[in-house]
Each structure stands twice: as C-alpha cells, then as structure tokens.
C-alpha cells in the first residue's frame, strides 16, 4: 500500500528525515517509536503533504501513485489520515458544518452523492456513540477549547467518519486518561480492516497493548535505525534509547 | 509562507457575479450639478416646497465643503460635474402590482437572487427596491399598512406624508453634516421611509434593495426610519452595481430615530462592484448613517457585512440621547485586491445609564487597506455609560494592510470605557488541517473566514446570514490557488 524509498526532507534549511525507508501493507499496524525530536512527526505530516518540508530525495509511492505528486486535500481523499498530535482550533467553525464539508469532499472524490443532513447526522451519531464523545462537543467550533484528551478523541472521531485506508496516528495517545485510551483503541481496532494499514507514533507501550502492532520501527535522528516485532517495544519500554543511540551514532 | 503568499495570489481571480446590466428605458438629467439640477431634480418629483428649501440650504453649504481628508484612503480627484444626478427607469408608473413592472426589471431582481415575485407569498420580508434613483416596487405596502406601518419609497413618503418627513429629515443627520451627507442632502433622488407606530412591532423583516444600473450615474439615496415609543423593527440593506470600468459615485444618508423604549434593528450587505482585480472601475462608497437613540431604554443596532466598493468610507454611529439606551455596531469589513475601505462607528454617550458596543472584524487580503476607525465620546452628563469594543484584523497575505485608529474622549469618571485589538493572520496550520480533511484551500479560507466573522453573522436576520456567508467566501475567491 505504501512504500517509502530512501525519503529526506529538511525545514528551514535543516535536514530532518535522512533517508527514510518502510513499507506498509493492507491489514499491518506498524509502530514508529524515538525519542523526541527524531523526526516523526515530520515524517507524518511530509506523508500528509504539508507545506513547510521541502523534500530532498527519494520517492513515496501510496497505492502505485506517486504519493508525493498530490495536494494534500487530494491525498487525504485518496484515504490517507494524519491524526495531528497537536490538532489546530478553527474558532468559529462549528465542528459538525467542518466535517460535513470533509465527509462529502471525499465522497465527492468517489464518485457518490452527498449525504442528506439527514444521513449525516445519523452517521454522526453511530460514530459518536462508537467513541464515548460527548454528543456537545460536535456542535462546537473545531477543537476550540477542548482539553487536550477531548481533541485526541476528536481527531479518531474524524477517522471513524471517514473510514481512510491509510491511517497515521501521531501521539492519539498522548494526553488521553486510562479509559479513554482503552476507548480510542477499542476505536482504531475495530476500524481495523484487510483492506487499511495504521501507523502509530507513541512513545508509550500502553497503546501497544491494546492495538497490537505487527511491526515496531525505531526512528533516531531522521533514519529508522531499528525494526522488529511487538517485542522491540516492550525492550524499548525497558531499557530506553540509549543502547539503539550508541549503537547508531558510531 | 511562500506557498501560502501564492496561494493567497490565485484566489483574485472570481468575477463579480452581479455585473450585468439591465436594458430598459431610462429618464435622465445631464450630467453635472448646479441649483437648475436640483430644481429640476425636485420638480420631477413634485415636492413640497420645504424640500427644494431643504436641498438648496445642503447644496450651498456643500460648495463651502471639501471632501474629508483624515481617512486612510487613497481617493482620487472626483468631478461632480461628471456624474449624473437623475436616471429613472422611464415607465415608473405607480404599479398596483408586480405584473405591472417591466419584466426587464423583474428579471434583474431574479439575478440579483431577490425572487419578488416569491416574496410576495414568501411571509416575512417586505421589499422596497430603489434601482438608480427611483424606487420601484414596493410589495408588502398594504399588510404593512394595517398595522399603521408606513413603508415606502421616499419620493412616496413626501407626497403621502410631508409632516413627517418634514418633522424628522434632517434631525439625525442634519443638511451640511459632512461633505457627502450635504451632497446627499441637495441631489438624494430617492430611498425608503419607513415610519412604525406607537407600541407596533413590525411583523417582518422590512428590506430594501439599492442597485446602480445606468452609466455615469451617481446613486444618492436617503432612508429615514422613525421608530416610535414601544416599537420594534428590522431594516435590511442589500445592493449591488453593474460591472463597469469607470468609477461611480454612491453617497447615501440613512437616519434612524427611536423614542422611548423603541427597538431598530439595521443590517447592510454591502456588495457594490468593488472594481476588478486591477483595481480598476468600482463604486466610491461614501455614506452617512446615524440613529439617534432619543427616548429612555431605546435602541440601535447597527449591523454590517461590507464587501464591496472599491472604496468605503462609513460610520454607522448612535447617538444615545435617552437615558438607559444602547447602541450596537457590528460590522464585517472584507477588503481585496485594490478595496480600500475606512469604517468603524461613533458612539456618543449623553444621557445616563447609556451602554454601547462594538464589534468590527477587519479581513484584508490581495494589495487591499482596511481600517477601523471608531469614536466613543462620554459626555459630562453620562454617568455610568459603559461602552466595550472589540477590534479584530485579519490578514490574508502580506501584500494588504490592516489598521486600527480607535478615539475615546470621556468626559464622566463614572463611565467605563474598554477596548480590545487583535490582529491575527490566517494560520496556515488551519489550512494544512482543512486540507488534510480532504476540504481545498479555496473553501478552507472561506469557511475559517466565516468563522472568524461568526459573531457578527450572527446578528444577521437568518435569510441574509446566509446569503452574507457566501458573499464572504465569493469575495476572496481568486485571493488564493
Ligand atoms: N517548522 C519547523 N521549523 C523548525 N524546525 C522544525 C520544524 N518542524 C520540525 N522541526 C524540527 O525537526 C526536528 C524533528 O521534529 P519532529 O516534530 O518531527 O519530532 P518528533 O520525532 O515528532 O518529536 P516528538 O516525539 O517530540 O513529537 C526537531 O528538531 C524539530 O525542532
Ligand atoms: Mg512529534
């Protein structure tokens, strides 16, 4: 579904991804761990098509397309999700006119006929109930004044309303209390299908517990120094980064 | 920043959507201005011997007159003998009924998305529309009627009820108040009036369309709305103007006066064509409009989404004269490509207990300038008169301006007077995440800018709500690519 060749991006001039290589097929769960300032955010949201990276080299191809080559709008309708680890406040748009707009863009981009306000709000309902969210929150402006562990929730809530093949989740566990956890990954597992792929950014084994990864990738310093099974986690969670760092920095 | 700065370049390019023009006969006057103009002005007219008086008093104060220097507006020369002061659409008749108006006619209102004809069965809105000089239909008269309302045109107003229009004209905005209410006040060629009676809440929205038609016109309407003890009504505004590369003159005076505990609601959606991306044609929008908050506990608010004009030179202002009464300035005010636009409000406290806001929401993209400017004055006799302004700019680019040029002189220590500035830029971190939800960078600037004016949208009447989200996000089509 993606394969990511040897990718290297910098910002404002400073390199940060280094020569990125990962491939992720239909029905995985990889897991991207490092320490902080290592680049994982960066490569999500170069993946999500941001603006501010300028790409250096080397070539990400998303269901045999140039993945690089889209807008991000265009992206994210062909199913590619970024679960922001900080998502932005739009003051004054109510949360349920924003996802509107996205829902019916993406089925636009398919081909189908925007749903009703009807269908939507019923759609609406199914998935809020899905996530435990507070039925208020959608009739407030996107993510203005929502604590940090609402706007998480939040971020999963867009993804069950859109359904995407292709989900990158940076830090959704962050700030998120023990049965919220538990509810977002109930959530990620159960839109869990053959047919999509999930990228978790942690830090943390706690999520891994609940959302099983099939691989665990460690990122350090703008290049994946290490992978391996669920297990990598569980030793990173134990001894920390330091003996991945030395090994890497000779 | 580059990317967005490019972005922000492609938007400039939607056209105007209300840019054609209707093809029927018209009466006009030769251009130019001279006291033969406005008696002949006033005679076509048939009025009362008062008005020629009141006209010809405006008209010589205004040769004494310059035109106001302190804006930051870059105006050019404009030579009044150019412009034509009198154009009517030619078989003005007194229709009975909308079959009677020149279909032409009708079929512009359609374009304009004002369905007269549906708005006749439509309950809820009363539309008086004012096409170049002369008012032209106005539907609603007589349910309106029934309770004693009086809403019709100007010219309607003079010949129907000269001791009103006598008793109030003039008495917010008095002749030779400023050099374009003076200019108003010798050569205005029509308008509404609108006269609501003691303790009647009028049943409807009660709205007027102004549209400029004829070439080289100039569009100098006057509204008076008088709103006695115990009444309450809402006035919408609404105009437009034919794509043209000349620049055209529209100076219009609109005065409110509410008695004791009256209530008048004032919404404007201001869309004159606002030039091209160049910069060139457009209206030069210089209009005078105060309410005088006259009786105890009354009100005025006055709410406006401005987005047309390629310049605007406005300040919707309260004079709180009754103790108890409150004044409201809400305003939207989008500026693009070459817009240049001046507004904000005065809020004149006087009598006791008197309580003004303000709420002004600036967005300036392209190479525009927009400024607030606003004044709130506490007189001695004030005591307790609070007033709080929020000021806010939002920037689009780095091409455009944005200015704040706020004035408070308080004259009551008992008063509380607190202002508020921001000025933010569009985030694009907010673009990247609309962009990320599969919503193009076009609609995700109209949709964050509709949020950013939500509070003032608010306060529209729902139907025009609507119709003022659209234009907002219209407007910066083109602005970005
Ligand atoms: N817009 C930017 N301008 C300047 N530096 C940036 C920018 N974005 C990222 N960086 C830098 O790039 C490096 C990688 O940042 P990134 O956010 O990808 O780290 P991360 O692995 O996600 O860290 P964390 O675990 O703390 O979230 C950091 O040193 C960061 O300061
Ligand atoms: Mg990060």
């Known amino acids: 579904m993606l394969i990511i060749k040897n990718l290297r991006a910098s910002v404002e001039g400073k390199e940060i991804l280094k020569g990125i290589n990962l491939e992720v097929n239909a029905g995985e769960v990889h897991a991207i761990m490092g320490p902080n300032g290592s680049g994982k955010s960066t490569l999500a949201n170069v993946l999500a098509g941001k603006s501010d990276y300028e790409i250096l080299g080397g070539e990400v191809t998303y269901e045999g397309q140039d993945l690089l080559e889209l807008s991000p709008e265009v992206r994210s309708r062909s199913g590619v999700f970024l679960s922001f680890q900080y998502p932005v406040e739009i003051p004054g748009v109510p949360m349920v006119n924003f996802l509107k707009a996205s829902v019916n863009e993406h089925r636009k981009f398919k081909g189908l006929e925007p749903l009703t306000a009807g269908e939507f709000l019923k759609l609406m309902r199914a998935k809020k109930e899905m996530l435990h969210l507070d039925s208020e929150l959608t009739n407030r402006s996107v993510n203005e004044g929502f604590s940090g562990g609402e706007k998480k929730k939040n971020e999963i809530f867009q993804m069950a309303m859109l359904e995407p093949k292709l989900a990158i989740l940076d830090e959704t566990d962050s700030g998120l209390d023990i049965d919220a956890l538990r509810i977002v990954a109930e959530g990620v597992n159960a839109l869990k299908t053959a047919d999509n792929a999930t990228i978790l950014v942690t830090h943390y084994q706690r999520l891994l517990d609940y959302v099983i990864p099939d691989f665990v990738h460690v990122l350090y310093n703008g290049r994946i120094v290490k992978s391996g099974g669920k297990e990598l986690a569980l030793e990173l969670e134990e001894k920390g980064y330091d003996w991945i760092k030395n090994g890497s920095d000779q | 920043m580059e990317n967005q700065d490019k972005l922000l370049n492609d938007i400039t390019t939607q056209e105007y959507q209300y840019g054609f023009v209707t093809d029927i006969d018209t009466d006009v006057i030769p251009k130019g201005l001279s006291e033969d103009v406005i008696r002949v002005i006033s005679a076509k007219k048939n009025e009362p011997e008062f008005m020629l008086e009141f006209r010809l008093k405006a008209y010589r104060g205004w040769l004494k007159m310059e035109s106001p220097k302190w804006a930051h507006l870059r105006i050019p020369p404009i030579d009044f003998q150019e412009t034509i002061y009198y154009a009517a659409p030619r078989n003005q008749a007194k229709y009975q009924s909308l079959d009677e108006v020149d279909p032409e006619l009708v079929e512009t209102f359609k374009k304009l998305g004002i369905p007269i004809e549906e708005q006749k069965h439509l309950a809820g809105v009363a539309v008086d529309v004012v096409m170049d000089s002369v008012s032209v239909t106005t539907t609603f008269k007589k349910v309106l009627a029934e309770k004693g309302i009086i809403f019709c045109s100007f010219s309607d107003a003079l010949l129907e009820h000269p001791e009103l229009v006598r008793k109030y004209l003039g008495m917010s905005v008095p002749p030779t108040d400023n050099f374009f209410a003076a200019l108003n006040s010798a050569v205005f060629s029509d308008g509404s009036f609108c006269y609501i009676p003691k303790g009647v809440r009028c049943p409807m929205e009660l709205s007027t369309y102004f549209r400029i038609n004829t070439a080289g016109t100039g569009q100098f309407e006057r509204t008076l709305i008088i709103a ?27 005065e409110i006066i509410a008695m004791d505990r009256a209530e008048v609601k004032y919404s404007t959606v201001q869309n004159w064509y606002p030039g091209d991306k160049n910069g060139v044609g457009g209206i030069y929008n210089f209009v005078t409009k105060r309410g005088i908050c006259k009786g105890e506990s009354s009100k005025i608010s006055w709410t406006q989404v401005e987005t047309g004009s390629a310049i605007t030179w406005k300040y919707p202002s309260c004079v709180l004269i009754g103790d108890n009464s409150v004044g409201e300035f809400n305003s939207v005010a989008l500026t693009n490509h070459h817009q240049q636009a001046d507004t904000g409000t005065k809020m004149i406290h006087i009598g006791k207990n008197t309580k003004s806001t303000i709420t002004s929401k600036g967005i300036s993209a392209g190479k525009s300038d927009n400024s607030y400017r606003g004044l709130v004055k506490v ?103």
């Open chain 2, 228 to 254: 006695e003890d115990d009444s309450y009504v809402s006035y919408l505004e609404g105009c437009t103007a034919p794509m043209r590369d000349e620049n055209q003159l529209h100076a219009a005076v609109v």
């Open chain 2, 379 to 481: 007189l001695p006799g004030a005591t307790n008169a609070r007033n709080y302004s929020q000021c806010d700019s939002l920037l689009l680019g780095s091409t455009c301006g944005a200015h704040t040029f706020p004035y408070i002189e308080v004259g009551n220590k008992s008063s509380i007077v607190e202002h508020e500035a921001t000025t933010s830029k569009i985030g694009e971190d907010q673009i990247f995440y609309c962009n990320q939800r599969g919503i193009s960078t076009e609609d995700a600037i109209g949709m964050i800018v509709n949020g950013y004016a939500r509070e003032v949208l608010n306060k529209l009447p729902m139907e025009f709500a609507v119709e003022a989200q659209k234009l907002l996000a219209i407007s910066l089509e083109g602005s970005v690519g």
